[in-house]
């Protein structure tokens, strides 16, 4: 795909994993692409449940693969569907679903042209999920060869954050029921 003088039209590329992070970044990618007069490329990395690894052994996962894919697609399109409803992101688009065991790399392979937008959510992680899953933004941020753009966390976050509490067990507890049932006066 290209221009009328021969260079490689523009394109936004943006990270979507459907996390509240991910969605406000392809809203920002879409005005991004918009402002650019480029075209938007939602990726959505995916990859067997239990890594590429336990999908190598098990003979069965080869015969899950068609519908794991099938539930990335859903995924991306429900992503697609929140940030944009109905009406789309009023740019060309051309979304994809890659199998990956990486999204930071797949979404580098992906942006790979010098003249591309490399757009990547850049949410809150906990200590435990820094050490056990590698950042996404900060490999790309470290790899690519277009520009990057780290969207820092929706302040919907912390409001959803703040409405989510842990009890003594650790578990999540939605508080938001127990808000509105309030005492009434003289009881």
Do not use: I
């Not at 757009?119 to 490999?139: D, E, F, I, N």
């Amino acid at each position: 795909m290209s221009d009328t003088d021969g260079r490689a039209a523009a394109r936004v590329v943006v990270g979507v994993s459907g996390s509240l992070g991910s969605l406000t970044a392809l809203g920002r990618a879409a005005a991004e692409a918009r402002r650019r007069d480029a075209s938007l490329w939602p990726v959505l990395a995916w990859e067997p449940p239990g890594g590429e690894l336990a999908a190598r052994r098990s003979p069965a996962a080869a015969l899950m693969v068609g519908q794991w894919q099938h539930l990335a697609r859903e995924r991306l399109l429900t992503a697609l569907g929140d940030v944009f409803g109905d009406a789309g992101p009023d740019v060309p688009m051309r979304a994809l679903v890659v199998r990956a065991a990486a999204p930071g790399r797949a979404l580098v392979e992906t942006a790979d042209r010098e003249a591309d937008l490399l757009v990547v959510g850049a949410g809150r992680r906990s200590l435990l999920h820094r050490t056990l899953a590698p950042s996404v933004s900060r490999y790309c941020l470290a790899h690519a060869t277009c520009p990057v753009l780290a969207v820092p966390p929706s302040p919907l976050e912390s409001q959803l954050t703040a409405v989510h509490r842990r009890n003594a067990w650790r578990l999540r507890l939605d508080v938001r029921d127990l808000l509105k049932e309030t005492v009434p006066p003289g009881a």
